[in-house]
């Protein structure tokens, strides 16, 4: 028998819309994931009972999902899946929890037909369509006190409508990040146990435990600051069995420290500084890439808070909405300096969120950089002055030392920036700041001359949303984004459109106009490397850009 329900997301209001062309059609399941030589009938053991990753520290922990997000979501992914999986070479959305979906003929709902028989973890049953209703509004039910992108999906999910045990509908209000953000991708809503919330309760602040997921791995304990660890699951996973029977996430700040931990064999997969990856390949050490274009790093400015009334600015006193200011600042930066010093592999960005191969790539952008964007401290100077600062006026400004997952010496990098800048006669304050105050900061608009080295993964159309304008976040909580009334204009025809023939110069003219109001500082892509030691990793198959980074763990091939 057929039974449907819904929930209701409270404070949805009308949005606008675009979708991926590739997820309207009906999903394929033809691209497989590596398998694991387990499911072989490989029996020898592995060298290593566990598996341990050595990172830097994410900037927010925490075993309630509801309040972490993005890039700090890595160390909880091996327990969690999600209904849209991330095909870890080809970076395409496969089956995951769901074997199909499509676009209704509404063109604002989402069918997922899920997957029969996936048991979650500790025994708590067999996954069904409540489960996923029950994800979203464990998230929603919680705002305020989540991670910052728990507002964007109550405004963006207008309900959830089961259908039966195995078949769902979200109904949407238009956003074109969904399919990003509900895939392994943005791993933003991983699918969670209602049976246990019903046989628990809410775990409350700071659970000591996460609630169970259906991932390969699950949940053995936290040493906040210190690690993360997990056990496989205890029966055969319905997707994978992973080589390593246990597997850690582990915390250093410090590349020489990690790359110790490397030769000795304590860790067995870290990052460490470019300069440094000679010295690890002369001591034995692998190189493995991620095979999906790597994450992109750039400048942001923090400096644009609309007023409540939907006006330009806030504050209008900053500097840094004068287009002049904006461009000294890319013209005092010496680029090759930077690739050679610190991303000898990077590939230049010409601008941010646009990469050559996407949609809307105009090649006129990398012939008009050099004029625009190119290193000239002269001209920096004159622009500075053109725009009313000199040496008995200086441009103050402020930059934020942010630690990276992804870049390794992002304070270095920041520094390095740093020294640009004062090099041309910019006062620069550097200022350090712990995530939860700098979010909490910028949330209550109270960055307005803040500028900071971000990097994040390639996806185009979240990214635009989320970099060249506030609609996720006007007029309740400030942003981290360059936008004026004309970027934000075409952000909203973007999302609006549904033909995928015509986002493409949308997304140009988009693009254009960022390029020209020097709407960033864009650097470099960078290819997202692990430097593993081959003594007890035989392999590792992982997309990179995908929010956490260190992805598909579940595929790490172990030596034996």
């Known amino acids: 028998m057929t039974t449907k329900t819904s929930i209701r997301i409270p404070g949805a209001v009308p949005a606008l819309w675009l979708v991926m062309v590739a997820a309207i059609t009906m999903a394929c399941a033809s691209v497989s994931e590596p398998v694991s030589p387990l499911d072989q009938g490989q029996a020898a053991a592995p060298k290593a009972q566990r ?3 050595l990172l830097n520290p994410p900037p927010t922990e925490s075993n309630d999902i509801r309040k972490i997000c993005c890039f700090d979501i890595g160390a909880m992914r091996p327990m969690y899946e999600n209904l849209i999986g991330y095909e870890a070479t080809l970076g395409k959305l496969i089956p995951q929890l769901a074997d199909a979906w499509n676009l209704e003929s509404t063109g604002t709902s989402f069918r997922f037909r899920l ?4 048991e979650f973890s500790r025994g708590y049953g067999e996954f069904t369509a409540k489960d996923v209703e029950h994800s979203v509004r464990d998230l929603v039910d919680a705002i305020p006190n989540t991670h910052a992108l728990a507002t964007w999906w109550k405004e963006a999910v207008r309900s959830v409508e089961v259908i039966n045990s195995h078949e769902v509908v979200f109904h949407l209000n238009p956003n074109s990040s969904f399919m990003e953000y509900v895939s392994e991708i943005g791993g933003m809503m991983p699918i969670r146990s209602l049976a246990q919330r019903e046989k628990e309760g809410d775990p409350g602040e700071n659970p000591a435990k996460p609630v169970a997921g259906t991932g390969p791995y699950d949940f053995v ?9 997990y056990a496989r699951a205890p029966n055969k996973h319905w997707r994978v069995t992973p080589d390593f029977p246990e597997l850690e996430f582990r915390w250093s700040r410090e590349a020489s420290s990690r790359f110790a931990a490397l030769l000795t064999g304590e860790a067995h997969i870290t990052t460490v500084p470019d300069d440094m990856l000679p010295q690890a390949e002369r001591a034995g050490m692998k190189l493995i890439q991620g095979k999906v274009p790597g994450t992109r790093a750039w400048g942001a400015w923090v400096c644009c808070n609309r007023t409540e009334t939907g006006d330009y600015y806030r504050d209008n006193s900053s500097p840094l909405l004068n ?13 090759d300096a930077l690739q050679k010093a610190f991303f000898p592999k990077g590939e230049r960005m010409y601008i941010n969120n646009m990469y050559q191969s996407w949609p809307g790539w105009d090649p006129s952008w990398e012939r008009r950089f050099n004029d625009l964007y190119g290193y000239d401290p002269e001209v920096a100077r004159r622009l500075l002055a053109e725009a009313g600062y000199g040496p008995s006026n200086p441009l103050k400004t402020n930059l934020a030392i942010r630690p990276s997952v992804v870049i390794p010496n992002a304070p270095d990098v920041t520094e390095a920036i740093a020294g640009s800048w004062r ?12 995530t939860a105050t700098q979010q909490a900061e910028i949330r209550a608009f109270r960055w307005t001359n803040h500028v900071f080295i971000e990097a994040s993964s390639t996806h185009q159309l979240s990214a635009w949303v989320n970099r060249a304008s506030d609609l996720n976040t006007f007029p309740r909580a400030g942003t981290a ?5 004309g970027t934000n204009r075409v952000n909203t025809l973007v999302q609006r459109e549904l033909d995928g023939s015509k986002q493409a110069p949308l997304m140009r003219d988009l693009a254009e106009q ?23 990793i035989a392999g590792w198959t992982f997309p990179g850009p995908a929010f956490g980074t260190w992805t598909h763990t579940e595929f790490i091939k172990a030596a034996r």
Do not use: C, W
Not at 115 to 118: A, E, L
Not at 523 to 533: H, I, R, S, T, Y
């Open 51 to 53: 598996v341990v990753l």
């Open 115 to 118: 997957h029969k028989g996936v």
């Open 221 to 229: 304990e936290r040493a906040t600051g210190v690690s993360v660890r």
């Open 323 to 335: 287009v002049k200011v904006r461009q000294a600042l890319n013209k005092a930066i010496d680029r």
């Open 423 to 434: 090099a041309v006669g910019v006062d620069v304050a550097m200022i350090q700041r712990d």
């Open 481 to 485: 984004a360059y936008f004026d009334a």
């Open 514 to 536: 960022m390029f020209t109001k020097f709407g960033s500082i864009p650097l470099f892509f960078v290819p997202v490397e692990a430097v593993v030691n081959p003594q007890f």
